[in-house]
């Protein structure tokens, strides 16, 4: 894994964010990787970490062993069809964009190449994504290599390719749900007399634990509000309240509409 050398086309934040976790991790020379830009001045600060840059996609592609697309959806095809040449057999395919599944992209190169679709979501960024992974045409080694990058900017597993735009909903616009959450939980504490600042230190604390016990004891939500919830208490009164204003059907239609956004366009 060291030696392997590694082109990352696209370096905007999820790029970066990627270039960053796998050199922080030592499991790959700084040297051995490249980011790709037009505007190679907004990935300066990448060469203070030894990283390679470049606005030249062929450069970064020829030679390499594993190539991320990490550009949007509607520049995959061109990319794809610029490096395709360039492209040796063998080398992992790694692309971060939604929306298209490995047959497409494996249409656009002209080849068979070992295909790995991959959703990280924004806590990339702190080393605390959720990235689900699907795999097309490659071996058990290639899949756990694949698995090692990821694992070093938070956690990741492999699900089947039909599993990806749940997974999409689920992982990626999962953080921003969250986020809303804890957004609504500061505004309570401030109708209840917190200011705002701690208000969100306390809120978003909570959350963090709340996360940690299921993650950590491997426990179900239900199990932990039960510990939390007693006879006529505070804490079930507010729970039901929250229920009858159509808390979690709200939450599930919202995932319903996202998906079905990418299912549909719609």
Do not use: W
């Not at 996360?211 to 079930?236: F, M, S």
């Amino acid at each position: 894994m060291k030696n392997k050398k590694i082109a990352i086309i696209g370096g905007g934040n999820l790029g970066q964010a990627i270039a960053k976790g796998i050199v922080n991790s030592n499991i790959v020379a700084a040297s051995n990787i490249t980011v790709t830009r037009r505007r190679t001045h907004l990935i300066q600060t990448l060469k203070e970490l030894d990283i390679r840059i470049s606005s030249n996609n062929i450069e970064a592609a020829t030679d390499a062993n594993i190539i991320f697309l990490a550009v949007k959806p509607y520049q995959i095809q061109q990319v794809i069809e610029e490096i395709s040449p360039y492209v040796q057999k063998g080398t992992i395919i790694i692309s971060l964009a939604t929306g298209i599944d490995a047959l497409s992209i494996e249409k656009y190169f002209k080849k068979e190449l070992p295909i790995f679709r991959a959703m990280p979501n924004t806590a990339i960024a702190i080393g605390e994504s959720m990235t689900c992974i699907s795999a097309h045409h490659a071996n058990q080694e290639q899949e756990q290599i694949v698995l090692t990058l990821f694992e070093q900017v938070g956690q990741a597993l492999i699900i089947p390719e039909e599993l990806m735009s749940s997974a999409t909903v689920l992982a990626a616009c999962g953080i921003a749900y969250a986020l809303r959450f804890i957004r609504a939980a500061t505004q309570g504490g401030i109708e209840i007399g917190f200011g705002s600042n701690l208000a969100l230190q306390v809120a978003a604390q909570t959350v963090k634990g709340a996360a940690e016990l299921l993650i950590k004891a491997g426990t179900h939500p239900e199990e932990e509000i039960d510990k939390v919830t007693t006879p006529r208490g505070v804490t079930i009164s507010g729970l039901n309240e929250m229920e009858h204003q159509g808390f979690s059907s709200a939450l599930i239609k919202g995932v319903l509409t996202s998906f079905n956004k990418i299912e549909n366009g719609k």
